[in-house]
């Protein structure tokens, strides 16, 4: 969603900006704006779509401003406009603010305001923050920003700068992310690493309620009571180039074939001398033997994450396990106790229903353990524990590498829990794991040759809808496959356990009408075999995922996209990698956008 970027230093702070919010478009976003220092005032431009028409429309002004904060927004409090575009500036324009989050008192801050004789020009609830800053102001900016968000309730990430106080920036957060770098050419803020790691590999994370004071020549960092601290500093060890496509025509096919990378790499250290571990769980095997029910709470693709978990931790640990959307857990009283762990997936780590679905569960008293993509993320600092994905930055708003990443960590979780409760053996476990890791050369055989994909993607890309389906761990991934072709081909797509088909959706079925069936070989492969032909026998078109050297398969299906024979328990990982290929041809097929779909974000920070 919305995007933070400042800077302030010995650059030109337009080219800075413009550069930052482009690193940022893959949240998603409606609209952009950069407010610049210019001798004394402020220089404020706003365009509605994409950042190029904003780098447009400063291409040729005449500044030579080296201080200045830009936004991309996503729309929550108005409309996508102009006037509601950040940055947002306070009565005399003297004061511009940038920022991420929700403030849920506008309207009684703005009504108090407006009383005062403030004059609002926007919908926003950003927009009160100028203002009040603009109250509170008497000569220091950081003074009156701490001031201001004591008035403030929700969440905000926010950068603010003010026209009398040249080179000088403020940044300050409550769950939303802001991270800052001081480099050679100055100083930077914004709401994702990515946009700060050209000025430094160490990158400070702000946390909630902690200030930030910029300048060229350094940032100061203060606690809420305006106490001078030592940031939390994290040094990261991806390149920026993981935000270029690298020689792929998009962002999605760059991460599709990262994948084998992303199993290694979470692989990577988890077995010694023999013994599985994982070491961040922060809990004690006798903890982990108390565990009596696990609760997986996540959102989108990372859910689907969670139906796959869900039947290793309950086929080998023996644990009852739900998986919650996370909107949906906290608001119906779940039952935790101190022998519930909670484990909340999300990639981003900082998706607004995860979070707060893993405060519901602290405040409950169960353990929380986070598995996420992000380093030093909210979900990552409010867990117990925390595994992460080693995907490395994930730009295409479809989730594929991390969604890959979160499957092996979930597996990985659960053989350990297996382990503790002692219905796996060492040797039981080494023999998974080494299967587990044999899943990155299979995955790398399905990216070697991707023509029946391709080809199948062609044949149904007229459909309007499309029908996923399998059982078991078919079933669980099937789910995914048709999100990720909704998500990108606009398709209307929906998933079912294949048993299901004959208690309602087949009565949609028609001549042509596309179902992409995960029918690998597994103990209810002559199950899934069975409802395919109960669809193909009402004219579907049947798209079949399945296992190489399956020649029967092919007397029921049109199409036959093979993957190499693999452990049912870890088919998904394999098998989801043909299903995102299909869906991404499909979208292609359609010309669609695939790596910035219409309508979504890449970082759901609202409820
Ligand atoms: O960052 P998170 O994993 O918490 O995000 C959850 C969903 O918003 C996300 O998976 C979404 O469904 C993606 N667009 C999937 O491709």
């Not at 003010?162 to 920036?169: K, S, T, V």
């Not at 693709?301 to 906290?330: D, K, N």
């Not at 994909?453 to 809808?465: G, N, S, V």
Request: aromatic share 6%; charged share 25%; hydrophobic share 40%.
């Amino acid at each position: 969603m919305c995007g933070i970027v400042g800077y302030t230093g010995t650059k030109l702070a337009k080219d800075v900006l413009i550069e930052g919010l482009r690193r940022l478009e893959y949240r998603g976003y409606d609209s952009a704006g950069i407010a610049l220092q210019e001798g004394g005032s402020l220089s404020v431009t706003r365009r509605v779509g994409k950042v190029e028409g904003l780098a447009e429309a400063v291409a040729d002004l005449p500044t030579s401003s080296t201080c200045g904060i830009g936004h991309t927004r996503w729309a929550t409090h108005g409309a996508p406009s102009e006037r509601n575009a950040h940055p947002h500036v306070s009565c005399d324009g003297s004061i511009a603010v940038v920022h991420n989050g929700i403030i849920e008192n506008f309207q009684e801050l703005r009504d108090a305001l407006a009383a005062k004789g403030h004059t609002f020009r926007s919908d926003t609830d950003t927009e009160v923050v100028a203002h009040l800053v603009e109250d509170y102001y008497e000569g220091d900016l950081l003074a009156a920003v701490s001031r201001a968000t004591r008035d403030i309730i929700g969440a905000y990430g926010l950068a603010i700068t003010c026209a009398a106080e040249p080179g000088r920036i403020v940044a300050t957060r409550k769950d939303s992310p802001i991270v800052l770098a001081h480099g050679e050419a100055g100083s930077y803020v914004a709401s994702d690493i990515i946009a700060v790691i050209e000025a430094s590999r160490d990158v400070a994370v702000l946390g909630d309620g902690q200030l930030a004071d910029m300048r060229p020549d350094g940032i100061t960092y203060y606690n809420a009571d305006l106490k001078e601290i030592e940031p939390s500093i994290m040094h990261v060890d991806w390149d920026v180039d993981v935000a270029e496509k690298g020689g792929y025509p998009d962002f999605m096919l760059k991460e599709i074939h990262e994948q084998p990378r992303v199993i290694r790499d979470t692989l990577a250290g988890r077995m010694t001398n023999g013994v599985l571990s994982i070491d961040e769980l922060g809990m004690s095997l006798e903890e982990l033997r108390l565990i009596d029910r696990v609760y997986i709470v996540a959102c989108g693709t990372s859910y689907h994450a969670g139906l796959i978990a869900r039947q290793l931790i309950e086929g080998w640990a023996r644990i009852p396990t739900e998986v919650e959307v996370a909107s949906e857990f906290r608001y119906r009283n779940p039952i935790i106790t101190p022998s519930t762990l909670v484990v909340a997936v999300s990639q981003s780590g900082e998706t607004a229903d995860t979070l707060a679905a893993i405060r519901e569960a602290r405040i409950k008293g169960g353990k929380v353990f986070g598995i996420t993509n992000v380093i030093g993320s909210p979900v990552a600092r409010e867990s117990d524990g925390v595994i992460y994905t080693k995907a490395n930055k994930e730009i295409a708003v479809a989730s594929t590498k991390s969604f890959l990443g979160q499957v092996v960590s979930l597996t990985l979780l659960s053989m350990v829990l297996a382990q503790a409760k002692g219905k796996l053996t060492n040797d039981q476990v080494r023999l998974l794991f080494k299967d587990l890791a044999d899943t990155a050369e299979k995955v790398e055989l399905v990216l070697s040759d991707t023509e029946a994909i391709d080809e199948a993607a062609r044949a149904c890309k007229d459909a309007t809808d499309a029908f996923f389906i399998g059982r078991g761990m078919g079933s669980a991934t099937s789910f995914e496959g048709a999100l990720k072709l909704k998500e990108i081909s606009y398709v209307h797509a929906e998933a079912y356990p294949a048993g299901e088909m004959k208690h309602g959706p087949i009565a949609l079925l028609e001549p042509g009408f596309p179902v992409i069936a995960v029918a690998t070989q597994s103990p209810v492969y002559d199950k899934v075999v069975s409802n395919l032909q109960e669809s193909r026998s009402r004219g579907a078109m049947i798209v079949a995922v399945a296992t190489e050297g399956d020649e029967e398969i092919k007397a029921n299906a049109d199409y036959v996209i093979y993957i190499p024979k693999v452990r049912d328990a870890f088919m998904p990982i394999v098998a989801s990698v043909p299903l995102q290929l299909f869906a991404r041809s499909m979208a292609i097929a359609r010309g669609c956008d695939v790596d910035k779909p219409r309508n979504l974000a890449k970082s759901v920070t609202v409820e």
